[in-house]
């Protein structure tokens, strides 16, 4: 059903549900999945992921998520 | 470095727990959203969008999902089928001018751009696409 990942996302779980369908190639540890090489942090199995909060600010998961790999980890 | 996805409207929410930028409100928390994904030394690219016939409708004022038509959906990955009510001129308009707003905010938040993210099927692809926009139902309206 899934693809791997582009190099860098590690401890990819397959995806087991619809996501293929929707042309969406994996999904990572963080609940993020990608499709065509793009990482789409708001999507997820169930539709919910970290990216803000119920107020619609960033979450303070996204800023560190951003923090942790744009310094290349 | 370019960012996930955020509504420019409220009814243009496309995600569960999706981070906002349609009012100045937003600006402190895009702020910090910039310094994090500018912290590695890349510039910055807020991505910018209205998820139109995609929208989640118990997410969206009312429950109204709006599109360039009236055209019914299929079912998506997130998304219900649905039949939204097609957006009036004025509308389109508040649209076009939130996207406007929205990078303003950008700017001010420390980002380097914006990105129109048209693709997926959200509102600015229902406008270019035959299918959600068709040509008959144009009349007196942007295109």
Do not use: M
């Not at chain 2, 995609?54 to 599109?67: F, I, Q, T, Y």
Request: aromatic content about 6%; charged content about 20%.
């Amino acid at each position: 059903v899934a693809r791997p990942a582009p190099a860098g996302l590690a401890s990819l779980t397959p995806s087991d549900v619809t996501e293929a369908d929707a042309g969406i190639d994996a999904v990572c540890d963080v609940g993020q999945v990608v499709v065509d090489d793009h990482i789409h942090p708001n999507i997820g199995c169930d539709a919910t992921t970290w990216a803000g909060n119920a107020d619609g600010t960033v979450s303070d998961e996204e800023v560190s998520y951003y923090r942790h790999r744009v310094n290349g980890s | 470095v370019i960012t996930g996805c955020t509504h420019v409207l409220p009814n243009g929410i496309g995600f569960t727990d999706e981070f906002a930028s349609y009012d100045d409100g937003f600006v402190p928390s895009l702020r910090r959203l910039a310094a994090a994904a500018k912290s590695g030394g890349a510039p910055a690219v807020l991505q910018i969008f209205h998820a139109g016939n995609k929208a989640v409708p118990e997410l969206v004022p009312g429950g109204e999902v709006v599109s360039a038509s009236a055209v019914t959906t299929e079912a998506g990955p997130f998304s219900p089928p649905v039949t939204p009510r097609a957006l009036t001129h004025d509308e389109i308009l508040d649209a076009v001018r939130a996207f406007g707003e929205t990078t303003r905010r950008a700017i001010e938040a420390g980002f380097d751009g914006i990105e129109l993210h048209g693709a997926h099927g959200f509102l600015i692809q229902n406008f270019l696409s035959p299918r959600f926009n068709p040509a008959d139902r144009r009349v007196g309206r942007l295109a």
